[in-house]
């Protein structure tokens, strides 16, 4: 069963639905939302067992998909545009591909329909491993992430799923579920032909990033006919973050 995602609107227009990836949050997308939404209705959403949206056993791309599904059914008009990133880019490609009346255009950033490498998982198991009990800020279980994850940005921006309750400190990732079901996270759904997605595509990739690789060609083409690829210059994997102003003026470029 699809879960009802949280989510929040800017701006008025044709819709555009944002998906985040993995560890990430519709308030990670906040800045680029309030930009594109001087033109667009943009809504981003939190993805289950992310952010203010519910959690589930479950955790794979098809039931992303059903969830991506009723969200534009119920709240964008039965139709729009999906940007999705990393994960996100992913569920969104999996929308498109079961479900292309829903999906005007489609956008996907610094992913490929396949397998991704990676050691992620240990970002859930550390984040696991820590008792959120012995903390009372933020800022402290930032730095206690630091035995293991030595990069600060990365270190922040996992921190930003601590939240605030009535019992002290909590995660806003249900990290059983992700432990559970990485295996799928890293994957991609086996489609046929019969599922191409014929609509308007646009991969987004970061000219740093190896995400997305020429052997990925074959396969892109195969699901998306006719897609076209822009590399965005001196970014990584977090193409909008590390290089906002390219990324939305790209974004701009691919809206109607």
Same mark, same amino acid.
Do not use: C
């Given at each position: $069963?699809?879960?009802?995602?949280?989510?929040?609107?800017?701006?008025?227009?044709?819709?555009? =639905?944002?998906? !985040?990836?993995?560890?990430?949050?519709?308030?990670?997308?906040? /800045?680029?939302?309030?930009?594109?939404?001087?033109?667009?209705?943009?809504? *981003?959403?939190?993805? #289950?067992?992310?952010?203010?949206?519910?959690?589930?056993?479950?955790? %794979?791309?098809?039931? $992303?998909?059903?969830?991506?599904?009723?969200?534009?059914?119920?709240?964008?008009?039965?139709?729009? *545009?999906? +940007?999705?990133?990393? $994960?996100?880019?992913?569920?969104?490609?999996?929308?498109?591909?079961?479900?292309?009346?829903?999906?005007?255009?489609?956008?996907?950033?610094?992913?490929?329909?396949? @397998?991704?490498?990676? *050691?992620? +998982?240990?970002? =859930? !198991?550390?984040?696991?491993?820590?008792?959120?009990?012995?903390?009372? #800020?933020? /800022?402290?279980?930032?730095?206690?992430?630091?035995?293991?994850?030595?990069? @600060?940005?990365?270190?922040?921006?996992?921190?930003?799923?601590?939240? %605030?309750?009535?019992?002290?400190?909590?995660?806003?990732?249900?990290?059983?579920?992700?432990?559970?079901?990485?295996?799928?996270?890293?994957?991609?759904?086996?489609?046929?032909?019969?599922?191409?997605?014929?609509g308007q595509t646009h991969f987004i990739a970061g000219e740093k990033?190896?995400?997305?690789?020429? !052997?990925?060609?074959?396969?892109?083409? #195969?699901?998306?006919?006719?897609?076209?690829?822009?590399?965005?210059?001196?970014?990584?994997?977090?193409?909008?973050?590390?290089?906002?102003?390219?990324?939305?003026?790209?974004?701009? #470029?691919?809206? @109607?």
């Amino acid at each position: $069963m699809p879960v009802d995602l949280s989510f929040s609107e800017y701006g008025t227009g044709s819709p555009v =639905v944002i998906v !985040h990836g993995l560890f990430g949050s519709k308030r990670n997308w906040s /800045s680029i939302a309030k930009q594109l939404g001087r033109t667009h209705r943009i809504i *981003t959403v939190d993805q #289950r067992n992310h952010g203010e949206s519910p959690w589930a056993d479950d955790h %794979t791309y098809p039931h $992303m998909a059903e969830d991506l599904a009723q969200l534009i059914r119920t709240h964008a008009g039965g139709r729009a *545009t999906v +940007i999705g990133h990393s $994960m996100g880019g992913k569920a969104a490609m999996s929308l498109a591909l079961s479900e292309p009346d829903l999906v005007e255009r489609l956008v996907v950033v610094d992913i490929a329909p396949a @397998p991704s490498g990676g *050691t992620l +998982i240990d970002f =859930v !198991h550390t984040m696991a491993d820590l008792d959120l009990s012995d903390f009372m #800020r933020r /800022s402290e279980v930032e730095a206690a992430l630091a035995g293991n994850i030595p990069e @600060p940005a990365i270190r922040a921006f996992l921190a930003q799923n601590v939240a %605030t309750g009535e019992d002290g400190l909590r995660w806003q990732l249900n990290l059983k579920a992700l432990a559970d079901n990485f295996d799928s996270i890293l994957e991609f759904p086996d489609y046929d032909n019969a599922s191409a997605y014929a609509g308007q595509t646009h991969f987004i990739a970061g000219e740093k990033s190896d995400y997305i690789q020429p !052997h990925h060609q074959a396969e892109i083409e #195969r699901l998306f006919p006719g897609a076209a690829i822009d590399v965005i210059a001196d970014a990584g994997h977090w193409v909008h973050a590390e290089q906002p102003k390219a990324f939305i003026e790209t974004i701009h #470029r691919l809206l @109607p």
